[in-house]
């Protein structure tokens, strides 16, 4: 991956409160921000300055060359009315294209944007994690009939379909730095389609339905580092489409970089899937501290969804507390029988994981390919799990574990089916059969 700049920007700043917006948490000051923005990017670009206090907004839509600042003290509120969030933008949600309600904080074909500053933002996402029982869009069929994106028209009460916090699509040169989020509708940080973005020292705290933490999605050259996640789903989860239209777009995600991360509470630490129809490749992520998320590694698919996940790399990762696995990788994540018979199945090949040291597991390693295409070429190497289980494996060719100390309570340290080519410091393992 190449080495990435922060974006720079003039030497100007604005605050909005020059603009006429009114602090306190009862005035709506969507217009008074939007002319802020409005002036800085006619001006050539600079610094958008929320000073502290408590400000309401609807949804901010930034343009290049802006840097939106949250000074120390400032909370940024946003409505609860959905109505606030029309027209409807282009988005993607769950992996296919459509258009919704706006993002809280929302940019589109921009080069040089940021958020920056030690301010906070609140999503006001408890009025909008109801709709999760109640959304009935279609959105997967429409895609599966072909029915073309400027048909998929949401953003009603009606579909249900919650926004991302924060989404960017098509951008380049993004940096996130620096402040608090939390209580988002849906995904949290959803940059879309975007190349070279940093998100640096962002604290994610948030513990709605869906609520991952950060969401590149098919995106290119990222780089996360030393940010806090704790929340209500994955915590760093890498996309690339769903089915029919992650195959339309065919963009991979790429070339991404997450050291220095902690993770305190999440369903995964570093996730991949389960849309990952566009493919994800080269993701390195190292010295990172998970306590009590229910996974360190994820990689999950459908065996309907096609697509290719490889060169996976993960060393240098403390976790304890883990509710599931240390690693899991699996092909059956919501299996549909009937979406079997579409033959495209995905395919996970070239993964390494080295020097983790986990304990209170209750299984080390679970690993689900299928039998035509079976998980491929996994490697861990100088890790010591105390689990419950150990290595639980199946349709999978090439495991290979060097000097790894793997310390199951019940049961074997290997328990495989229909694996090949799997070995202990290179020796053939001598796996005890799969339990029923």
Known sequence: MPQLQRPIFPVRSVSIVEHGAVEGGTTKNTAAIARAIEAVAQAGGGRVVIPAGRWLTGPIHLRSNIDLHLAEGAVVVFSDVFEDYLPPVFVRVGGIECFNYSPLIYARGCENIAITGPGRLDGNGAAWWPWKKSEQSGLPALAAKGVPVEQRVFGTRAAAIRPSFVSFVECRNVLLEGFTIGSGPNWTLHPVYCENVIVRRVNVDTDGPNNDGLDPDSCRNVLVEYCTFSTGDDCVVLKSGYNEDGWRVARPTENVVMRHCTSRRGHGGIVIGSEMSGDVRNVYAHDCDFVGTDRVLRIKSRPDRGGIVENVWVENITARDLKYEVAILNLDYSADPSAVAQQRPPLFRNVTVRKVAASGVPVAVRI?????????????????????????????????????????????????????????????????????
């Open 368 to 436: 689900t390919g299928l039998p035509d295409s079976p998980v491929q070429n996994v490697l861990f190497e100088d890790c010591a799990i105390v689990s419950a289980r150990g290595v639980l494996a199946t349709h999978a060719r090439d495991l290979v574990f060097r000097r790894c100390a793997l310390s199951p309570a019940t049961g074997g340290p290997f328990v495989l089916d229909a694996v090949s080519g799997a070995t202990v410091d290179g020796q053939p393992i001598a796996a005890a059969p799969r339990q029923p």
